[in-house]
């Protein structure tokens, strides 16, 4: 027997333990799903809005951000999911990992009842955020049947991830719950650890100038997003708000 036809020993690569299935396993990076009926080879251990972000399909998110640990707060990237042909559930996509034969509907009749209530709940509680108001006018809602608040906060959480996994200053957090809930340094008192560096309002969608094109209390514009109607009330004349090119 040559060197050439001898059977391969468990110890022949570089001393490192070898077999078949576990090469196998590491060659298989990608799991295979479904989303929208097109069937997808997606990186392993990805979570359902990343794979899906990937290959261009389009989920809404408010309290997800790149870099940022995903926090599944404001519901409105859920997704319905059927895992090993099993009843199809709703989930939010920023945190759901994928897993291999998962089907994922991301616009289906139940997803966007789900999505638009979301939507009007947000935008009737904080009507003068623009994220709200944008992620409203992309869900085609033009008048909100919830009485309205005036919130600057959506409790998005992303000035809190920001603080303490980007800018180690662990000075913010949530407290309070339902109606009183907030965001708050500690005893309300700026910490030593905070720097001052102003990581929590660049991420925050509160700051961002709203579309003043709300007129009476309840209804919504929107009309950014329908740019072939495009407003007096649009300060950007023609150009509108680029809505379509850079969608939420
Ligand atoms: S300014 Fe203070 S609270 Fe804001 S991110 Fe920086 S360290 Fe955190
Ligand atoms: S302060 Fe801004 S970033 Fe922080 S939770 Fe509220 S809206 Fe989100
Ligand atoms: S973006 Fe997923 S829960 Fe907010």
């Given at each position: 027997m040559?060197?050439?036809?001898k059977?391969?020993?468990?110890s022949?690569?570089?001393?490192?333990?070898y077999?078949?299935?576990?090469?196998?396993?590491?060659e298989?990076k990608t799991?295979?799903i479904?989303?929208?009926?097109?069937?997808l080879?997606?990186?392993?251990g990805?979570?359902v809005?990343?794979?899906?972000?990937?290959?261009?399909?389009?989920?809404?998110?408010?309290?997800?951000?790149e870099n940022?640990?995903?926090?599944g707060?404001?519901?409105i990237?859920?997704?319905?999911?059927?895992?090993n042909g099993g009843?199809?559930?709703?989930?939010?996509?920023?945190?759901?990992e994928v897993?291999?034969?998962?089907?994922?509907?991301t616009?289906s009749?139940?997803i966007?009842?789900?999505r638009?209530?979301?939507?009007?709940l947000?935008v009737?509680?904080?009507?003068?955020?623009?994220?709200?108001q944008?992620?409203?006018?992309?869900?085609g809602?033009?008048?909100?049947r919830?009485?309205?608040?005036?919130?600057?906060?959506?409790?998005?959480?992303?000035?809190?991830?920001m603080?303490?996994?980007?800018m180690?200053g662990?000075?913010?957090?949530?407290?309070?719950?339902?109606?009183?809930?907030?965001?708050?340094?500690?005893f309300?008192?700026?910490?030593?650890?905070?720097?001052l560096c102003?990581g929590?309002?660049?991420?925050?969608?509160?700051?961002?100038?709203?579309?003043?094109?709300?007129?009476?209390p309840?209804?919504?514009?929107?009309r950014?997003?329908?740019?072939?109607?495009?407003?007096?009330?649009c300060?950007m004349?023609?150009?509108?708000?680029?809505?379509?090119?850079?969608?939420?």
């Amino acid at each position: 027997m040559t060197p050439f036809n001898k059977p391969r020993l468990t110890s022949d690569i570089d001393g490192a333990h070898y077999n078949g299935a576990k090469e196998k396993q590491m060659e298989r990076k990608t799991v295979n799903i479904t989303i929208d009926g097109r069937s997808l080879d997606v990186e392993k251990g990805s979570t359902v809005l990343l794979a899906a972000r990937e290959f261009g399909i389009h989920i809404p998110t408010v309290c997800y951000m790149e870099n940022l640990t995903p926090y599944g707060g404001c519901r409105i990237c859920v997704v319905e999911i059927s895992d090993n042909g099993g009843k199809p559930f709703i989930d939010t996509s920023c945190t759901y990992e994928v897993k291999e034969g998962m089907v994922i509907q991301t616009r289906s009749p139940r997803i966007i009842r789900a999505r638009k209530m979301l939507a009007e709940l947000l935008v009737s509680s904080a009507p003068n955020v623009k994220m709200a108001q944008d992620i409203a006018a992309r869900m085609g809602l033009l008048k909100v049947r919830f009485p309205m608040e005036d919130n600057r906060c959506i409790l998005c959480g992303l000035c809190i991830r920001m603080c303490y996994e980007q800018m180690d200053g662990k000075a913010l957090g949530f407290v309070g719950r339902g109606m009183g809930r907030k965001v708050s340094m500690p005893f309300e008192v700026r910490p030593e650890t905070c720097r001052l560096c102003r990581g929590c309002d660049y991420v925050c969608p509160g700051v961002i100038i709203p579309c003043q094109g709300v007129k009476e209390p309840g209804e919504l514009c929107g009309r950014c997003v329908r740019i072939e109607e495009m407003p007096d009330c649009c300060p950007m004349g023609t150009f509108g708000c680029f809505c379509e090119q850079n969608p939420l």
